[in-house]
């Protein structure tokens, strides 16, 4: 449907109660006796860390510690005592284990949906998407991912679709919608040659006035012109894991780190007077994570990190901007256990790393001799690996491994416990889990932060700066 078909749909459908679901779902943000603020942000940065669990910000923060000898961006700002702090229920409506989708929905609409849905009732219900209210009050909006813009956490904010992976459908909704700024991954569900429809986004998008970029030269260059509007996609699909993004001279040339997307977004999107409201994700701590990939987990942390850095920088020079900061759910609950020489070795041993497990398993397969899968693993991560360990591995990549816990018995879960006793960091599993999820906020606004809430809450702590 055309925009303004859809706020017409999107207001009566938002009245509906979406009725039953899990014993802690909300029936709607409307209904939560969330604090209004005594301060109104002309600004709003949301910014997530999908798939962080608590292990994944404590050893990044420790190993920035140690590294640079300074605490992270995220941490420092509890030191400093800059921020309300709370615990978040992360649950969806038909599980305490919530997906992305369903978890970026509680934000973007204020309900709880079922996991794989997008701002959708059980039956069909369209809930408005707060960049679709955001539209309504004179606000430039904005996604930025280091997924594809398509991907299921930013889509929470500005679609609405049955099904997640209806990633081309999600992309022609935000061309619908008008959402001012777009970075990240995801060239294929805007191009005519990789969609069912034939449909040419990317000159839809600048027919429409959208400044393009395709990489990081492109991205400097857009920030130069006095654009309003600005598309930058950056790979076919999702965008590389930081650690191999920096240790591959091509993609550190020609792939914007998330702070660099994250500082060009809001120089873009501040020029809009009537302010703005933008989504930043870290996306690939969560694949990092399901993949009990410590390399790819901790890196793209720390990059994570460095966009709250640059939104921290920005929200302190403007005085008028709330920042919040936190992740959708956990995933596979990693932890350092042994701290032995304060870290020092542990740390040592990841700051080697030259890649993910992607770098590794780009090189090997079921058909591999066992040599050349002892010489990835080394040339990646400069970890040696006994001979035994090295015959699980390739067992695994056959099928033939099963560990005493079924889900780490693919290869991923395996090559992650294997470089576990170099690193010593331990993993609970390789899926989201139902922990309490970190909760944090600055700037006006940030007052309606409550010790604990509902993922739901956040949604209508950020509408009622516009009321």
Known sequence: MNRRTFLKAGGAATALAAGGGWPLANAAAGEVATARASAKPRNIIFLVSDGMSSGTLSIADQYLRWRDGRPSHWIRLYEEGKVSRGLM?????????TDSAAASSAWGCGRRVNNDTVNMGPNGEAYEPILVTAKQH???TGLVTTATVTHATPAGFAANIR???????IAVQYIEREVDVLLGGGQNHFKATRRDDERDLIDECREAGYTLAMDAAELAAAIDKDTDKLLGLFADSLLPYELDRINNDDLAKHVPSLADMTRSALQVLNRNPNGFIVQIEGARVDHAAHNNDIGGLVFDQLAFDDAIGAAVEFAEADGDTLVIVTTDHGNANPGLNSGWQGGRYRFETLSKFRGTHEAIFNRI????SLGA??????????VGVSRNRVKL??????????????????ANALLGQIIANETDVGWAGGRHTSDHAELAAFGPGSEGIRAFMKNTDLHQLMVNTWA
């Open 393 to 410: 591995l390739l067992s695994a990549l056959r099928g033939e491994y099963e560990a005493p816990y079924y889900r780490s018995s693919n």
């Open 163 to 169: 099904n997640r992976w209806q990633e081309d459908d």
């Open 89 to 97: 229920d992360t649950a969806s409506r038909n599980n305490i284990v």
């Open 138 to 140: 004179g606000k430039a």
């Open 373 to 382: 899968i002892w010489e990835a693993i080394g040339d990646v991560t400069k």
């Open 365 to 368: 397969n079921a058909e591999s």
